[in-house]
Structures are given as C-alpha cells and as structure tokens.
C-alpha cells in the first residue's frame, strides 16, 4: 500500500493559480495516478488522471486551464490550476490505481490521499 500526502492548496481568487502536489511513498511509474475533488454537498468527481505513457484524461470543467503531471525520479504527482474559477472550489485528492486509467472513473483507486484544500473566491 502506497502512501500519498497532498499539498498546495490554498485560498485565491478568481482567475488565480496553484499547483498541487501529491508526494507518493512507492512507485507510480506503472499505474495511473489521479486527481479528483469534492465541493461541500457534492460528491466526489474526477478532475485528471495520468498513465505511465503520459497519456492524460481531462474533466471538461478544466480542459485547458489544468494540467497534470508526473515526476517519476521523485515520485510527485503535479497538478497545475490556471485561471481557477470559484466552482473548482473543493478538497483535492490523488489517488493510485493499479490498471490503465480509460476514463475518470473512481473504481479500482485503492490508495487515496488526505486531501488539500482549495478555495475560489469570486
């Protein structure tokens, strides 16, 4: 079982940035690593995962403004936030699974984060 500690989020406004990291305790070259968030009163959804090809799957909220990435030698999960809006308020968490990531689904994600909190003030 991997452990992943969350970091980076904070309170910006409107049109703000922040990068979130997610430091893994094992490997994550082989899986597929993923951010999802959960707004209060909402469930939780998927915002971005990454392969071990690179290849990356995008909610449509943040297509454009968030990029995921991945940092194998130091086994760090990225996630740029660009021109944040006030609905990407949310807990953000990473998460590991051990198969191919096909889309956002939540399902096989064995190891999760704590979380890191990040807040859109218009």
């Known amino acids: 079982q991997v452990q992943l500690v969350e970091s980076g989020g904070g309170s910006v406004q409107a049109g703000g940035s922040l990068r979130l990291s997610c430091v893994a305790s094992?490997?994550?070259?082989?899986?597929?690593m993923g951010w999802f968030r959960q707004a209060p009163g909402k469930e939780r959804e998927g915002v971005a995962v990454?392969?071990?090809?690179?290849?990356?799957i995008y909610a449509d909220s943040v297509k454009g403004r968030f990029t995921i990435s991945v940092d194998n030698a130091k086994k760090i999960v990225y996630l740029q936030m660009n021109s944040l809006k006030p609905e990407d308020t949310g807990m953000y968490y990473c998460?590991?699974?051990?198969?191919?990531?096909?889309?956002?689904?939540?399902?096989?994600?064995?190891?999760w984060g704590q979380g890191t909190q990040v807040t859109v003030s218009s």
């Open positions: 990454i392969n071990r090809a690179a290849s990356t």
């Open positions: 998460a590991r699974k051990n198969f191919w990531c096909s889309t956002l689904g939540q399902t096989y994600f064995g190891s």
């Open positions: 094992g490997y994550i070259n082989t899986y597929c």
